[in-house]
């Protein structure tokens, strides 16, 4: 079992930052991919980056409405993985969710994810 646990959402206005940050317990942490999703009201959830390990590195994935803008990692000591969002947009406003998968290589959608947080909310306004 894993347990996964979200900080970090708030209100900010458009192009502020934030820093969400997920800590997780219960299983080896280095290891397990890891990623954020995110649903806005009325719409499904979708994935958003993810952070794995294969062939000795650290390989990052990103959807492209943030790529350049969202930037995750993960801090093994700490056992947190972050997400950085910085020139957020309106269209960023959703609750963002932590998930961890058991496969080394993923499929990036909701049903590649085994674990998931409760969500921490990010609004942003115009």
């Known amino acids: 079992q894993v347990q996964l646990v979200e900080s970090g959402g708030g209100s900010v206005q458009d192009g502020g930052s934030l820093e969400l940050s997920c800590v997780a317990s219960?299983?080896?942490?280095?290891?397990?991919?890891m990623a954020w999703f995110r649903q806005a009201p009325g719409k499904e959830r979708e994935f958003v980056a993810a952070i794995r390990w294969d062939g000795g590195r650290y390989y990052a994935d990103y959807t492209d409405s943030v790529k350049g803008r969202f930037t995750i990692s993960r801090d093994i000591a700490k056992i947190t993985v972050y997400l950085q969002m910085n020139s957020l947009k309106p269209e960023d406003t959703a609750v963002y969710y932590c998930a961890a998968s058991t496969s080394t290589r993923p499929r990036l959608d909701v049903g590649g994810m085994d674990y998931w947080g409760k969500g921490t909310l990010v609004n942003v306004s115009s």
């Open positions: 219960g299983r080896t942490f280095s290891r397990l991919p």
